[in-house]
Nanobody, 121 residues
Framework: QVQLVESGGGSVQAGGSLRLSCSAS?????MGWFRQPPGKEREGVAA???????TYADSVKGRFTISKDNADNVLYLQMNGLKPEDTAMYYC??????????????????WGQGTQVTVSS
């Protein structure tokens, strides 16, 4: 059973930074971060693949960075320049395989419980 546990969420003011962490119980080739703002659908934020390739949603490019510590099997999302519209529940997801990093939630099999990020103006 694959388990994903997110941490690092919280409340910050606009312009601030947070770093989310996702601890995985097993090593997987593809992982990603998703978010679901209040009253909206879940959307892909950033994705990572074990060859080092990454992809980002246009809304976070230049502000967010996804990375993986393979030694500890932890996925990170460094979020800088946070905006009120970044407020959402953030989820870590993973899957076996995948030729490219994906921001499509349907491509992922395993999900964490989420961590809340709130950005005030």
């Amino acid at each position: 059973q694959v388990q994903l546990v997110e941490s690092g969420g919280g409340s910050v003011q606009a312009g601030g930074s947070l770093r989310l962490s996702c601890s995985a119980s097993v090593y997987l080739a593809s992982m990603g971060w998703f978010r679901q703002p209040p009253g909206k659908e879940r959307e892909g934020v950033a994705a990572w693949r074990n060859d080092g390739t990454t992809t980002y949603a246009d809304s976070v490019k230049g502000r967010f960075t996804i990375s993986k510590d393979n030694a500890d099997n932890v996925l990170y999302l460094q979020m800088n320049g946070l905006k009120p519209e970044d407020t959402a529940m953030y989820y870590c997801a993973s899957r076996f395989g995948g030729r490219v990093p994906s921001l499509r939630s349907n491509d992922y099999v395993f999900w964490g419980q989420g961590t809340q990020v709130t950005v005030s103006s």
